[in-house]
């Protein structure tokens, strides 16, 4: 685990201030990238697995506030492990909301298929719960004829923190650009409850799981690291300079270098002039 201090003896690292958002700037663009991806396919609303979490809170509230809240469903899959927290703090937002909302207890899905494999691993357990929630949600979404709404924040997405066609998938997703702790600043800008914002983030796998125990280390410190790596593009040798403790440089390095597939939708080998995913873009991604 790595430490939660990670700053150099006698340094010290550069401040969060970089992580800050404009509200007035950011908002009215998440709001006007939902609008504008369901309007181009001709479908009123978007479908969105709320777990009770701050990430789809954020999703939730931010759909509502560009469709309306008649064009939002929230969906909440417990498993019979989940906090009862979860669930109840994901029904006040509803009703905080107005939006409609479907309860599917997932425990008679996966522990038939958990049953067979009585060996299974608790990240295995963990992976197909995930994934069951995806099924149901895109079942849903076509049942409702509503784009599947994703919740992954850009500090999941580049450490590989998620369950690939899992929890990471969705048609649009208004956080992949925000890191976690950005995402808690625009919670508070646009009104998610404090009993939401205020909690240990967790994907309630199982008891007692919280993000940062399993992770080892702290959204602050990951995200201030990241930045400076991704956005800024800084070498190695420029942020240890910068007084990042270069084991967790590496670390981190290594987590965003395994986790691409992830990232990325399925190779396809090249055969023709225009390959799916390589040089073909369908005119709708160009804005007409």
Partial sequence: MVSANHERDGSQRPGPEALLLNPGRALPILRGFIADEVRKVSIAGVVVNLSGGIDSAVSTVLAAQALGPENVTALMLPYETSHPDSLADAEDLVDQLGIRSLTITISEQVDPYFAKFPDMSTLRRAN????????????????????????????????????????????????????KTQVWQIARDIGVPDTIIDKPPTADLWPGQTDEDELGFAYADVDLLLYHMVDQRLSRAELVEAQFDPAFVDDIARRVQNSQFKRRPPLIAKLSTRTITTDFRYPRDWGR
């Fill in 128 to 179: 197909k719960m995930a994934r069951e929630r995806m099924t149901i949600l895109y079942d849903q979404s076509q049942a409702l004829s509503a784009l599947p709404l994703g919740t992954s924040n850009k500090t999941e997405l580049l450490l590989g923190y998620g369950t690939i066609y899992g929890d990471m998938a969705s048609a649009l997703n208004p956080l992949g650009d925000l890191f």
